[in-house]
């Protein structure tokens, strides 16, 4: 029998950057917030020396316990999904300030076009274009209306960088200055400047200068230590969450934090969420926590998994493509080139997680498709994030995976190695989505979300594209060796590392019939629960996630603020004038 708390006006499930943002925005308006948290408190101190490469990038200090919840995966339908029992292509965070603790800190826009991708391409191409069971959708608001939060989410964190004629437009420039540019970042520039590209420096959470922002909040100049991703920053030089907006909420006094609260599911009083029930960790009790209006901002799996188990929102069903809820799953499409030269070195252990040197000519519509077999694109980056010694053993193809030969060709070609690498869109497939497993549970025998993912055509060609576009800059950089590399070949593997930019699942859109939740994240099927996170994404761009996630988190809380004070109401206007029961 669960106990029942006091009541709260907001309940937050998951405090990292989206359920951050939110709790400050809330709390500063004077509203009473509660954040639920299943991993752990931290502070910037529980990241104060050593530099621990073995702990956090390999052992996985700050990550998701696998034994206690997993998710389940296979290729097709046809397969029988089995469990994740180690991470591998993907890092699930655990504990407060979530994954924007551990991230690297690259902090690109996406494009207007990836707002308006399906109107867009028909205009341009014709429909045709299309390729059959890519399933694109609009996002149901322009790059124009997004633009403000972007602006927004920048500020809060200080985001150094430079403007460039192949990125979108900006109502103002960065708030600090762009990073250094290394010796193997000056090559590339000049290289892909030669080429008639638009190399700049990329936009980064490592701030070039210390800042302070607009909530009072101080982030610090970065000092290249080359200990960001998979890593919290002890010098408070890499904005997160723990050092701009959980303060701000907390300094407030209307924010309570509860970590080790694991959220089972959401309760339902007709079509009105009343409350969650969640389990304290520490002691296995089970709780209820009323409240007037139910924030789910955890990560994309558990926004899917938490709404599947609480029967809220229509599944997907991919056979008849009726439902939401796990629809549109997308990923990020890996490629690129690797260069060794004989006769330079490079300062490869110095970097910080978001330095580098990119090119978005290949991104989004920024070149004509009319003669390519694919859509979209991605950016093409030689990004400086500090080679460390355990994971950083670079060897020609040839070489044996061991013995001296290895030995003697790592420690030669560790300072004579760069990479150029492309995040490539992912686009949704009628048969890449997300539901529960019929077959395996968790610690508490709720049944593990399965994801059903392989790569598509589309996929492949566009990865061979950018492996191409790669390797050739890599040739003119004057690289000995070249060697192209793609992650699409063969079936998605979920044990290789490959990109933490998941997406899709909980989409938004002007349509109930093909949507979850409006452009303030609001859900259509239960208008006081807005869910928010790149869950919302209807595709992924060619771009890191994170700043779409923060700038889509200040749209909701001006959404939820609004709610909350006009007493409810869905804030948008679906296409349709008859919504789903």
Known sequence: MATELPHKQAVIIGVGWAGGIIAAELAKQGFEVLGLE????????????????????????????????????????????????????????????????????????????DLEIRSQTIERYGEDKIPEDITLQDWGMTYEELEPYYDMFEKTLGVSGEDNEMTPPRSDDYPTPPMLETRAMKLFKATTDEMGYHPYIQPSANLSEQYTNPDGQTIEQCKYCAFCERFGCDYQAKADPLITVIPTAKETGNFEIHTHANVRSISQDGDIADGVYFIDETTKQEYFQPADIVILTAYVMNNVRLLLQSEIGEPYDSETQDGVIGKHYCYQIGAGATGMFENEKFNLYAGAGALGMRIEDYNADN???????????????????????????????????????????????????LSIGTQGASLPHRY??????????????????RMTYNFTDQDRKLAEHQAERAAEIMENMGADIVTPNNDTEGDYDIVPYQSTHNTGGVIMGEDPETSAVNNYLQMWDCENMFVVGASAFPHNSGNNPTPTVGALAYRAAEGIEEYLNNGGGQLVSSKNSTQKA
């Not at 998710?71 to 029992?85: H, K, V, Y």
Request: with cysteine; charged share 25%.
């Open 38 to 113: 299943r991993g752990e408190e931290r502070t910037v101190d529980d990241f104060t020396m050593p530099k621990d490469e073995l702990k956090y990038a390999l052992d996985y200090d700050l990550m998701q316990d696998l034994s206690k919840e997993t998710i389940t995966m296979r290729n097709d339908e046809d397969m029988r999904a089995l469990p994740m029992r180690q991470l591998g292509s993907f890092l699930l965070g655990s504990g407060l300030g979530g994954a924007g603790v551990h991230w690297n800190g690259v902090c690109p826009r996406f494009f207007p076009y």
């Open 367 to 417: 070149f004509d498709h009319s003669d390519q077999d694919f859509l979209h694109g991605g950016v093409l980056t030689l990004g400086q994030s500090g080679n460390r010694p355990i994971a950083t053993n670079p060897v020609p193809p040839d070489t044996k995976s061991w013995g001296s030969d290895f030995k003697q060709a790592s420690i030669h070609y560790f300072p004579r190695t």
């Open 432 to 449: 890449n989505y997300l539901d529960l497993d019929p077959t395996y549970t968790d610690q508490y025998g709720d049944p593990l979300l």
